[in-house]
């Protein structure tokens, strides 16, 4: 096929200026311009017609292809040729239609623009091809004179360009968009930031760009450092300076700091700074320094890239809040409690042995802390951090497991609990206090726990510690596996005691006199609870009474116990067991609850027990802790007209300063002095002799427990002391054993 007799028609036309200047770069961007014709005539009379024109200040490149086929594989080849200037006959008659064709439907080129030629009017395709195959322009050949080429080609290239900046421009938006999400489900701040400079790069799509981040270290989870702004995110020649401060970026920090000062985005030569106000107080910079200066288009795209990294920082910078919050102890900076566990985790699968956990508890903190205020116990508990900081070895961790309980963990031989104790020898700095503070330490080998996991093992550590704290305060105590047993059978325990306080069911109330050590005669009875377990057989008090106390089922226990008590009163009444008073046992715990003085007060009543009847029984060390509000509540207790016993005395930490302030009626010699009444021990005697007098001086009754032999009750006798209690007597008895006791008694 020939293109036809027209084409030596190309009038060369001279009003165009060729370009003059020749120190171009080689590589400057050019259009590309694809010639594809059957006829090689064609193809040179276009070069001369077109060579050194410039459209936009961008030379021509021509590529040539002499039948469809062969253009099809140019097209495929260079993604960026802007227009085809295309013969529509060459090796059949719809060669180049069926070129257009395969360019716009099966390639999707709709960018490239298409001026189709031809030698003869009778070949010009249908308007509905023109249109549906977008042909920018149809000219028969002999209308293409070279200024009519050279416009109708300018017009193409620049339509060209504004629709390949469209695209350019639409596919960046849509991986902005497309972006967004996967830049949000960063959980972890450094993931996060690398994924937004990543992007930035991508969206800038340029050869060679440097981009960082840069961002507060608020959002950065970074809490410790001084400096401000860090560099979060690198791409590029930043790559050495991730993780440090701005000031180390170089030639960028006055741009960025620019950007800080002026809060918005700022450009200089090549670089540009994106302002992005992650929040208000804290916000971040994007720069980005490419080979050129950022198009408009990429300047745009990049501000608008920017609110979806500040929307994504602020989530992250939370995210690595949340994270510190998870595992640290916001005042002392220290692990908490699920930190402490994370590392132990952590070390028990390294399977190294020879590890050791301790738990610091801080003697009377709480006391401390009401005394001093708040703001001073936290001033403590930053004193003890520091101090037991500096027993660290790198590999160990120190924790703040609790409110006042630290945990270490570390190499046996680092967690000696005597020199753990030495930590403790010398006064704490809280403000201008110098506080002396003990500690209790509960320890557990890696080895003796069987443990297998840090839960476990802090458990482990805990039983160890509570063992510790029943004894003596100041103490240490290592783990066992014993221990575990007996805490689990307290756990039992209480589940059995929560089911029998809820339905009464199994709980007794037994009762031991009281007598007169000078006239014989009956002046009371002690009520004395009983648990009768599922076994049938009786738990003692001093196993339950603790527990009771410990999880406030004492509360509910008390108020039957009281309940019990007082109507057992009246029943004896009705008996004719006369003149006798009731001592009932109370634990400080029921002072605290509200309702005590009322369901009392409601309980008598309903009863019609005059109160001077009832003495409430409280154990000397009970009544020492809480000074205030014990003294309170005795107070109205006496105003209600409720008789008051100190409980097992001489055994608690007396204060005789504080025993003349409280408001009480009797004290009662724990039976430990009386069992040493008369041995070879003497010290028991003076002890009972002590506390007799100390009672008469101070104008109070004096009862003694736990008399077992007439000789006893006799040097009871010779002491002064009037009252006793004990086996010789009775022992405690259920209420109708009671009753005949009673009666028994009376006639003989
Ligand atoms: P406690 O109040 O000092 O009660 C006296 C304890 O000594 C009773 O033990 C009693 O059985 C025992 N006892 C009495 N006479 C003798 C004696 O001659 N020799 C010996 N070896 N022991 C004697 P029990 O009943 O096992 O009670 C133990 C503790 O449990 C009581 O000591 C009291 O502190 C507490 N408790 C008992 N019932 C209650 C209660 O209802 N509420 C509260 N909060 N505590 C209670
Ligand atoms: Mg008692
Ligand atoms: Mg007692």
């Known amino acids: 096929m020939t293109s036809g007799p027209h084409h030596d028609d190309l009038d060369i036309v001279d009003d165009l200026v060729p370009d003059a200047s020749s120190a171009r770069p080689l590589d400057e961007p050019k259009w590309h311009i694809l010639i594809v014709d059957d006829d090689p005539e064609v193809h040179n009379a276009t070069v001369f017609a077109l060579q050194d024109i410039r459209i936009d200040d961008r030379p021509l490149h021509f590529l040539h292809a002499h039948t469809g086929t062969e253009a099809l594989a140019m097209v495929k080849a260079d993604d ?19 070129l257009v064709r395969v360019i716009r439907k099966e390639l999707g080129r709709s960018e490239m623009r298409v001026i ?34 050279l416009t109708t080609l300018t017009t193409a290239v620049r339509s060209y360009d504004h629709l390949k900046r469209l695209i350019t421009g639409r596919r960046a938006l849509s991986h902005i968009v497309e972006s967004a999400p996967l830049l949000y489900a960063q959980r972890d701040v450094a993931g996060f930031c690398k994924a937004a400079v990543d992007n930035a790069a991508a ?19 970074s809490h410790l450092s001084a400096q401000p702004y860090f560099i979060v995110g690198a791409v590029g020649c930043f790559t050495a300076q991730l993780g440090r401060p701005l000031q180390d970026a170089g030639s960028a920090v006055a741009l960025v700091e620019q950007a800080l000062a002026r809060r918005e985005h700022v450009r200089e030569g090549n670089s540009a700074a994106f302002y992005i106000a992650a ?54 900076r220290l692990s ?32 401390l802390n009401d005394a001093l205020g708040h703001q001073k116990g936290d001033q403590l508990l930053l004193s003890v951090a520091q101090r037991l900081s500096m027993a660290l070895l790198p590999r160990m961790t120190l924790a703040r497991v609790g409110g006042d309980v630290f945990g270490i963990f570390g190499p046996d031989e680092m967690l000696d609990p005597r020199q753990l104790m030495d930590h403790f020898r010398l006064p704490f700095a809280v403000g201008e206090y110098s506080l002396p503070v003990q500690a209790t330490i509960g320890l557990v080998r890696l080895d003796e726990a069987a443990a297998s996991d840090g839960i476990d093992l802090l458990k482990a550590a805990n039983i160890a510690l509570n063992r510790a704290k029943t004894g003596d305060r100041g103490r240490w105590h290592y783990y066992t596996s014993d221990m575990a047993v007996a805490m689990r059978s307290r756990l039992d325990l209480l589940h059995d005691l929560r089911l029998a306080v809820e339905h009464r069911r199994g709980l007794e109330l037994h009762y031991q006199p009281q007598v007169s050590l000078v006239s014989g005669e009956v002046i009371g009875a002690e009520a004395l609870i009983r648990w009768r377990g599922a076994d049938g057989n009786f738990i003692r008090p001093d196993l339950f009474i603790s527990l009771a106390e410990y999880s406030g089922l004492i509360v509910e226990l008390g108020a039957w116990v009281f309940h019990t008590a007082v109507n057992e009163l009246k029943a004896w009444d009705a008996q004719g067991i006369r003149g006798v008073h009731m001592a009932i046992n109370v634990s400080l715990v029921q ?92 010290s028991g005697a003076s002890i009972a002799q002590t506390i007799i007098r100390l009672g008469q001086s101070l104008g109070l009754q004096i009862i003694a427990e736990g008399i077992e032999t007439e000789e006893q009750a006799q040097l009871l006798v010779d002491l002064g002391c009037p009252f006793a209690q004990g086996f010789l007597y009775s022992r405690p008895v259920d209420s109708a054993s009671f009753i005949n006791w009673w009666h028994q008694r009376r006639s003989t």
């Open 80 to 98: 960026d040729i802007a227009v085809v200037i295309l013969d529509v006959v060459m090796e059949h008659e719809s060669a180049g239609l069926d």
């Open 116 to 149: 189709l030629r031809t030698g003869q009017p009778g070949y010009a395709p249908e308007m509905r091809v023109i249109r549906e195959y977008d042909i920018n322009d149809y000219k028969t050949k002999s209308e293409l004179t070279r200024v009519r080429l």
């Open 203 to 221: 969206l800038i799509d340029e050869n060679s760009v440097d981009v960082f981040l840069c961002a507060h270290r608020a959002n950065y989870g």
């Open 279 to 332: 929040n208000e107080a804290n916000p971040a910079v994007l720069f980005v320094a490419a080979a050129k200066p950022l198009s408009e288009e990429q300047s745009q795209l990049l501000a608008v890239y920017c609110v979806n990294i500040g929307v994504g920082l602020e989530n992250a910078g939370l995210i690595a809040d949340l994270n510190f919050s998870a595992y640290s102890d916001r005042l002392t």
């Open 336 to 367: 908490n409690r699920i930190g402490f566990v994370a590392r132990i985790d952590d070390h028990l699968r390294s399977e190294e042995q020879g590890w050791t956990m301790a738990l610091i508890d801080i003697d009377h903190f709480s006391e």
């Open 591 to 682: 002072f605290r609850d509200p309702t005590f003085l009322s369901r009392m007060r409601a309980a008598l009543d309903t009863a019609g027990i005059a109160p001077d009847r009832i003495e409430l029984e409280i154990t000397e060390s009970v009544a020492m802790l809480d000074a205030e509000m014990v003294i309170s509540t005795l107070q109205e207790l006496k105003t209600m007209g409720i008789q008051v016993a100190i409980d097992d005395f001489g055994t608690g930490f007396s204060s005789l300063s504080y025993l003349h302030r409280l408001p009480i009626d009797r004290l009662k010699i724990d039976r430990a002095f009386v069992r040493d009444l008369g041995s070879a021990r003497a």
